[in-house]
């Protein structure tokens, strides 16, 4: 899908990290009244997302699905079928991945489902041979930054456990981000959340990057910016 000429399907709006995680910030504002803690570690993530962004390496947009889940995989009897391509743009294609690993996360969660790792892994093995190790670091960002939208947009307020799991997700979304800004060598995000995080983050375990191949990734980003 990634290497589909975007001519095929016409026109498509440039999609925007930046302007993403501001619509994300608008549309998650609520948790920050009705549960102060939980808005505080978000505002805190997405703050630490668009620091990150700016320096991970870029790729030129491509043809992306946009809303890419496995809602919209459906398996037929030719094989793997993709379905609903009315949010298709031209963006990053880590837009895509990002997506569809925080929609794994919420299905896992949702359903109390064990085997989250190698759910992911095996996406990422089917989708990975080939991929700049670049579009897996930001689709990590991104997948961070998706639990947040994802909370905000498919938890709702009438679910009596609303609380529970909204902090799970956003929990869920420190997790990734602390794992990649470890692999990027950076300092995990404000001690001052300790208290929201506590003892239940675990570690995302799913395939990324070794940092030696990401300290030399950002190195070459460094040298362009210069």
């Given at each position: 899908m990634h290497h589909l000429p975007p001519a095929v399907a016409g026109p498509l709006h440039l999609h925007d990290f930046a302007?993403?995680?501001s619509k994300i910030a608008r549309a998650s504002a609520y948790i920050s009244v009705l549960l102060p803690s939980a808005g505080a570690a978000i505002g805190v993530l997405l703050d630490r997302a668009?620091?990150?962004?700016?320096?991970?390496?870029?790729?030129?947009?491509?043809f992306t699905h946009g809303d890419f889940k496995s809602d919209h995989v459906w398996v037929?009897?030719?094989?793997p079928a993709l379905i609903d391509f009315d949010s298709s743009h031209l963006a990053d294609p880590a837009l895509d991945v990002g997506k569809f690993l925080a929609h794994l996360?919420?299905?896992?969660?949702?359903?109390?489902?064990?085997?989250?790792?190698?759910?992911q892994e095996r996406f990422l093995l089917g989708y990975a041979p080939g991929a700049p190790e670049g579009r897996l670091l930001r689709a990590r960002?991104?997948?961070?930054?998706e639990l947040v939208k994802i909370t905000a947009h498919h938890v709702p307020l009438f679910d009596h456990h609303w609380a529970s799991r909204t902090e799970r997700l956003i929990r869920r979304a420190h997790a990734v981000m602390n794992?990649?800004?470890?692999?990027?060598?950076?300092?995990?995000?404000?001690?001052?959340?300790?208290?929201?995080?506590?003892?239940?983050?675990?570690?995302?375990?799913?395939?990324i990057p070794a940092a030696g191949d990401?300290?030399?990734?950002?190195?070459?980003?460094?040298?362009?910016?210069?």
């Amino acid at each position: 899908m990634h290497h589909l000429p975007p001519a095929v399907a016409g026109p498509l709006h440039l999609h925007d990290f930046a302007a993403e995680v501001s619509k994300i910030a608008r549309a998650s504002a609520y948790i920050s009244v009705l549960l102060p803690s939980a808005g505080a570690a978000i505002g805190v993530l997405l703050d630490r997302a668009r620091e990150l962004h700016r320096w991970l390496p870029h790729e030129s947009p491509t043809f992306t699905h946009g809303d890419f889940k496995s809602d919209h995989v459906w398996v037929t009897p030719d094989g793997p079928a993709l379905i609903d391509f009315d949010s298709s743009h031209l963006a990053d294609p880590a837009l895509d991945v990002g997506k569809f690993l925080a929609h794994l996360q919420l299905w896992h969660a949702t359903h109390d489902q064990s085997g989250l790792e190698q759910a992911q892994e095996r996406f990422l093995l089917g989708y990975a041979p080939g991929a700049p190790e670049g579009r897996l670091l930001r689709a990590r960002l991104y997948e961070a930054v998706e639990l947040v939208k994802i909370t905000a947009h498919h938890v709702p307020l009438f679910d009596h456990h609303w609380a529970s799991r909204t902090e799970r997700l956003i929990r869920r979304a420190h997790a990734v981000m602390n794992d990649l800004v470890r692999t990027l060598g950076l300092p995990a995000m404000s001690p001052s959340l300790h208290g929201f995080l506590g003892g239940t983050q675990q570690r995302h375990l799913a395939t990324i990057p070794a940092a030696g191949d990401v300290v030399s990734l950002l190195g070459k980003e460094d040298s362009a910016h210069a």
